[in-house]
């Protein structure tokens, strides 16, 4: 059974760290791309990163560029998504998710697995 399951999320004021982790079980996921969206109340999951399991190519949403970083542990099978100089507006839950194709890895739709998600909260 694949499971995708996310931690660390919390309560954090503006300018603060938060790092997410989403530990990935049940298959091989070696080929796959896993990538990080995040859902506010009223909004629609977005794009937030992405990277391939091999560390070699990661994605950002332009917004995100310098404060998030995605990486990726292969030997623990866990993917993390550090998060710096948090603002107000990145209140979400943050989902990880495992698409089979790299190249659809901004299409929410494109993505085979999902985790329960973690919620992230920033006050000001």
């Known amino acids: 059974q694949v499971q995708l399951v996310e931690s660390g999320g919390g309560l954090v004021q503006a300018g603060g760290s938060l790092r997410l982790s989403c530990a990935a079980s049940g298959r091989t996921f070696g080929s796959y791309a896993m990538g990080w969206f995040r859902q506010a109340p009223g909004k629609e999951r977005e794009f937030v990163a992405a990277?391939?399991?091999?560390?070699?190519?990661?994605y950002y949403t332009d917004s995100m560029k310098g404060r998030f970083t995605i990486s990726t542990d292969n030997a623990k099978n866990t993917v993390y998504l550090q998060m710096n100089s948090l603002k107000p507006e990145d209140t979400a839950v943050y989902y990880c998710?495992?698409?089979?194709?790299?190249?659809?890895?901004?299409?929410?739709?494109?993505?085979?697995?999902w985790g329960q998600g973690t919620q992230v909260t920033v006050s000001s």
């Open positions: 998710g495992a698409v089979a194709r790299y190249s659809d890895y901004t299409i929410r739709e494109k993505y085979a697995y």
């Open positions: 990277i391939r399991w091999s560390g070699s190519n990661t």
